[in-house]
């Protein structure tokens, strides 16, 4: 079974400091894993997506994910937090066995302090 | 693209009045999925249609949840009758296809039952 471990509930950086949020994943498959933003009040944004092409998945806004079938990781980072990523980040694995459905992790509510 | 588009945003309603929440998807996609975000369960999945047909509907509360696609650009969720419980976020999100695994959310609407 398909499981994701989203390992902090809240993140508090100050503005142009790192980010990293943590996500352990659990998957009998090659799992396709993801990240998602969610904004105050709004849907959520696709981030970024690993499917085993490359390691190092590049997502919008500055954001990057590295892939660790080691340690069945996929930590989001961000080298220098502003103030509008100042959200709620979910991480996703799919479901590879046909259906492709989403498993989500309980999210991570990131603050940026001025 | 216009995106997943859910009407209405924001909906008010009393205890025992039908709510029906309506979703287009993004125009190609054959995949489409009904969610429902609160605080306590965070994301669930309602129901998923592939092609039009209902695939997996575990995730319906009870039966004063149906949800209909009657064709490939027009979903309905409807609640009939809704109860105070039933208020949350309810998101739609398609997918280009049974063979990809990358879902794109609407906006979603927020339910208020009174």
């Known amino acids: 079974a398909q499981s994701v471990t989203q390992l902090d509930s809240h993140v508090s950086v100050s503005e142009g400091t790192p980010v990293l949020l943590r996500c352990n994943y659990s998957s009998s498959y090659s799992p396709s894993l993801f990240w998602y933003v969610q904004h105050p009040n709004k849907g959520l944004q696709l981030l970024l997506k690993?499917?085993?092409?490359?390691?190092l998945v590049k997502g919008i806004n500055g954001f990057e994910a590295e892939f660790k079938k080691s340690e069945t990781s996929f930590h989001l980072t961000k080298p220098s937090a502003h103030m509008s990523d100042a959200a709620e980040y979910f991480c996703?694995?799919?479901?590879?066995?046909?259906?492709?459905?989403?498993?989500f992790g309980t999210g991570t509510r990131l603050k940026v302090l001025a | 693209d216009a995106g997943v588009i859910q009407s209405p945003r924001h909906e008010v309603t009393e205890m025992g009045q039908e709510v029906t929440l309506r979703c287009k998807p993004i125009?190609?996609?054959?995949?489409l999925f009904w969610y429902r975000q609160t605080m306590m369960r965070g994301l669930e999945l309602l129901i998923y249609f592939n092609n039009n047909v209902p695939i997996d509907d575990s995730g319906m509360p009870e039966d004063r949840f149906s949800a209909k696609m009657p064709n490939a650009s027009f979903s309905t969720l409807k609640i009939q009758p809704s109860e105070p419980r039933d208020s949350a976020v309810y998101f739609c999100?398609?997918?280009?296809?049974?063979?990809?695994?990358?879902?794109?959310f609407g906006p979603g609407t927020r339910l208020t039952v009174l």
């Open positions: 996703v694995v799919s479901d590879p066995s046909g259906t492709y459905k989403y498993i």
């Open positions: 999100a398609s997918r280009e296809g049974a063979g990809t695994d990358t879902q794109y």
């Open positions: 690993y499917t085993s092409a490359a390691t």
């Open positions: 125009s190609g996609h054959n995949s």
